[in-house]
């Protein structure tokens, strides 16, 4: 029997609140600027905020992180190896053009090409074909039944439809926006600011409120606090919990999101003795996670294994691994063991962005114990996107975006074709399992792959698993409607008011 998913969307106008919610221009202070717009390539946290404003999806999550339909109208899972979208028939990009199941079909063409590099496209390696079935509706079959597995991947911003026409006619999506989403993008002054304004052919009625957003860029905590404080901005994000306490009056509000992201130490595989899974393990055990939470996150944060503790039933929570431990001496011993009973040198690669550098400090601070020196090696964002890129590290400290599905969290990290394996690890095993993973349909087999999965992971260690942030925001007494989910999207601002 089919199973068919359908959002009816009733819209209420509250008469009463009406006036106050159309209108008015938010101000946004936020740390890191953005580095590129083209939504099917980047990998930078900063672009997906924006873009996840600018571009639609053919899904997207609600408040409580399900899967409901955006430009899509409908999906149906006729059976476990076939998806059927149905788009709506009011959707326009930006410059007016109307979009089409052909612009649909491009985009994930695009996503699967593989000279175009997109990193979502591990998500579609099993998808055998795309096929337009009319002018609303588009198939996707796949070489194994993974359909449920998949449709979490049509909410990324990696994923958001482009217009095929603007993309073939010359048009560099990573310097010039051309969405379908609730805003624009009609300013961009680098170092300084982004400017998104009301799309007003948007399809969904009503939405968005604001006729302006101005995203602000300001990379020290201490600017974008007093911005607040003097009311220069209306909505800031926190990076250092510490703030918090200076903004404790009725005069602000405060938000608190358990994060689905992870901080991490990310190894170069290939490189000695880093390429040792003894020794990644020993400094696994050499380092105090709780105390990197107090630290540099004062207690706003919680540790994590390969799948936030939240995540049920997918997670192991870090206490049933004893590479976990905090055990110095153990470490020590490991470390003896493999022939570095005097440790040895090595560097990590950070910025001076999301706490990377305070984060590899503290770790660098716990690996003396053990004989570790540790160089910390500082660089400029940009040059830390291509570092990164190009595994031209030792080691580095990052934060990942996590998923409430473990393929995703996994598959382009851990697979040694995965996109965004800069680890260049490869295990034939991992592998296996990731392709098992992600085509069983039965759940309670999927929990034992994944279990299998995330013991070799922490045994191996290509990454460290530190720790899930809280995401944390604050603003003026008189912003309503504002609400950051666990994956850190923004999608919320189309909802979001000023009520003065």
Known sequence: MKKIFVVLSVLTLVIFGFSQQNGGVLQIGIETEPVGFDPNLVTAFASFRILENVYDGLLKYDENMNLVPNIAEKYEVP?????????????????????????VLYTFERIMDEEVGSPAAAYYSEVESIEVLDSKRIQFKLKVPMANTLLINFASTNSAIVS????????????????????????????????LEKNSNY??????????????????????????????????????????????SNNYKVYRQPALSYYLLGFNTTREPLNNPRVRSALSLAI????????????????????????QP?????????????????????????????????????????????????IQS????????????????????NRWG????????????????????????????????VFLYNNSIVDKLLEEGRKEPNVVERIKIYNQLQNI????????????????????????????????????????????
């Open 390 to 421: 190009g595994s031209d590290f030792d080691s580095f400290i990052s934060l990942n975006s996590g998923s409430i599905d473990p393929d995703v969290q996994f598959y382009r990290t851990f697979h040694s074709n995965g996109s965004t394996n």
């Open 288 to 311: 105090d996670r709780e105390e990197i939470i107090n630290m540099v996150a004062f207690g706003e944060g919680t540790i994590t294994g390969p799948m936030n503790p939240t995540v």
């Open 164 to 195: 095929k026409e603007f993309v073939e006619t010359g048009n560099n999506l990573q310097l010039k926006t051309n969405g379908t989403g609730p805003f624009f993008m009609s300013e961009y002054v680098p170092g300084d600011h982004i400017t």
């Open 79 to 103: 059976d476990p190896n076939t998806i059927i979208f149905t788009i709506r028939d009011n959707v326009y990009f930006h410059n007016g053009e109307k979009l089409t199941i052909e612009d």
């Open 457 to 500: 992971l922490v045994k191996e260690a290509p990454i460290l698993f530190l720790y899930s942030p809280n995401v944390l925001y604050a603003s003026q007494s008189y912003v309503e409607g504002f609400k950051p989910l666990a994956n850190e999207s923004l999608i919320f601002l189309r909802e979001t008011r000023i009520e003065e």
């Open 366 to 385: 716990q690996l003396s114990k053990i004989g570790v020196k540790v160089n910390i090696e500082l660089v400029e964002w940009g040059i830390f996107l």
């Open 203 to 248: 399809f969904i009625p009503n939405q968005p409120y604001l006729d302006k957003i101005i995203f602000r860029i300001m990379p020290e905590e201490i600017s974008r606090v007093t911005a607040l404080r003097n009311g220069d901005v209306d909505l800031i994000e926190i990076k250092e919990p510490l703030s918090l306490r200076s903004l404790q």
């Open 314 to 362: 997918w997670t192991i929570t870090p206490e049933n691994f004893e590479e976990y431990e905090y055990n110095p001496e153990k470490a020590k011993s490991i470390l003896a063991e493999v022939g570095y009973p005097n440790g040895f040198e090595f560097n990590i690669m950070t910025a001076s962005r999301y706490s990377f550098d305070k984060i590899a400090q503290v």
